[in-house]
């Protein structure tokens, strides 16, 4: 795997954790064990219907297809883009035949997520997210990304993890039989620190792989230290935005991954020993032309932030938060805090057990501390609801339930120091929860990604302001772009936008 999944949805969760929020539901990362939704993989067994006059086929479904089918609804399916794929597939082709196994199939698959990620599966089937592809700016950048993850694959790195966490498994489980608590303790941490030493090694590893099959196939080596640093800002700024009381080492200490810098310096040198630079070919037109127009951000069907509001085309519903908060939709939850950390949110959609009413639901234990005499039933926009209030730890909370057809809202706020202003404006945002009306849903539209050309008199914030909504601004477009504040653009370059 070639990146730390995106740290903005586990930071949320911290927030909530440290707000003694003891729910069933665990967290946005996972799939929830009662069946709240937001875009979870499918289930196992057939995605289509099959017509009884159909071949028939026996035998089991191999690993590898088992694998790819669960990544793929793992990362919200497959991402349909003709012109990406096409040029991915040359690069592909190019690295495969520089490559010293040319006989070996690769085959790479675009993946619907706003995540920065790509990682390959033994069988040599590469996964790419639509959100590594907007922050790539060059085809070189890209060769650069599937090489690494071809280098994972000819080294059979899955493999052997494998049989290191094997290993560590049974060292940890003969600790604890014959030895006391306290022991085993020490020897599961120690090998958690092996295992976290031993993947950093194979990314290495990768890395230095990645960069010289790219140079044999022609394209710029040092596209990889630039992805490199294109992802460290990344994380800097996704950090920044949604959870910077977090230090960067606490997030880093115990990564699969080394750190960015010490990456890019590494792939500085291994591209320096292929020549100076200046030499092989970036493909950036070539790679701006393949990934203009493609979706940018969250998909409308499986929720969408727009400032405060946030909107479900699938389940059809729209919410609004209270003014101050930052919006975050995670693949289990919507999550929410305001810049002081000071308060939180969290909403979810749940199966509504039958024969439940609303008010037993709100009641039924899966919230710590609910205060069961403030129990209210509502009604909200037509639709069944209950409010109730909620304290542990020194917080207080808010609870909303809402029912949706056969399932039910859940909607959370905490608080620290719960006054009456704020109270009322979280009971506001509860009833603000609506179902969409007629062809609202299809109104939803993800935001995308747009190619300009910029004159000589543009600068980086008059291209910024042409990405229209807040929140987007000067440091995104930064960011995207590979460019460093206050360095002018150049007279005639094309550059990446966020529009609706």
């Known amino acids: ?245 977090t230090p960067r080492e606490q997030v880093d200490i115990m990564s699969s991954h080394p750190s960015t810098p010490g990456r890019i310096q590494q792939a500085i040198i291994s591209a320096r020993q292929i020549g100076a630079p200046g030499i092989g070919d970036p493909g950036r037109d070539a790679y701006l032309d393949a990934i203009n127009g493609i979706d940018f951000g969250d998909d ?42 000071m308060e939180a949110i969290r909403l979810d959609i749940v199966q509504l057990p039958a024969g439940s009413g609303i008010e037993d639901y709100i009641a039924s234990g899966w919230v710590e501390g609910l205060k069961k005499e403030t129990i209210q039933q509502r009604n909200v926009n037509g639709q069944q609801a209950a409010t109730a209030e909620a304290e542990s730890n020194g917080w207080k909370f808010r609870v909303g339930v809402v029912r949706l057809n056969g399932e039910v809202a859940r909607i959370i706020f905490a608080a620290r120091n719960m006054t009456p202003d704020l109270d009322a404006r979280f009971v506001r945002s509860i009833e603000s929860f609506r179902k969409l009306q007629g062809g609202e849903a299809q109104g939803v539209r993800a935001l995308r990604l747009a190619i300009a050309r910029t004159s000589g008199s543009e600068s980086a914030e008059s291209l910024a302001r042409r990405m229209g909504a807040p929140g987007r601004g000067i440091d995104l477009f930064l960011m995207l772009n590979g460019l460093q504040k206050g360095r002018p653009l150049e007279a005639g370059q094309r550059y990446k936008l966020v529009v609706e």
């Not at 017509?51 to 990544?71: F, K, L, N």
């Not at 003014?323 to 002081?340: D, K, P, W, Y």
């Open 1 to 245: 795997m070639l990146v730390l999944p995106s740290i903005g949805s586990t930071g949320f969760l911290r927030h909530f954790a440290a707000l003694g929020l003891l729910l069933s539901v665990a967290g946005c990362a996972t799939l929830d064990p009662d069946g709240s939704k937001f875009g979870q993989p499918p289930p196992p067994g057939p995605e289509t219907s099959v017509p009884s006059t159909a071949p028939r086929t026996t035998g089991i479904e191999t690993r590898a297809a088992a694998d790819q089918r669960y990544v793929i609804g793992l990362f919200g399916g497959i991402y349909r883009a003709p012109p990406v794929e096409a040029h991915l597939n040359g690069i592909l082709a190019k690295l495969a035949a520089a490559s010293d196994t040319p006989q070996e199939v690769y085959k790479v698959t675009l993946l619907n997520s706003p995540a920065v990620n790509a990682f390959a599966l033994p069988s040599g089937d590469l996964f790419v997210t639509r959100g590594l592809l907007a922050l790539a700016n060059d085809s070189s950048e890209i060769a650069a990304v599937m090489a690494h993850e071809i280098g994972h694959v000819a080294a059979r790195h899955a493999f052997q993890r494998e049989e290191q966490q094997k290993i560590e498994r049974l060292r940890t489980n003969v600790a604890n039989t014959v030895q006391n608590r306290q022991r085993g303790e020490e020897i599961e941490a120690t090998g958690k620190l092996n295992l976290a030493s031993f993947s950093r090694q194979q990314e290495l590893e990768a890395d230095r792989y990645g960069v010289a099959l790219v140079g044999k196939a022609g394209f710029d080596p040092y596209g990889a230290s630039r992805f490199l640093r294109s992802l460290g800002r990344s994380l800097e700024w996704r950090s920044c935005q949604q959870d910077s009381n």
């Open 300 to 341: 409308p069907a499986e929720g969408i932030v727009r400032g405060l509001n946030f909107t479900h085309q699938k389940l059809g519903f729209a919410f609004t938060a209270p003014e101050g908060f930052t919006l975050e939709n995670c693949s289990q939850a919507m999550i929410g805090v305001t810049g002081s950390r």
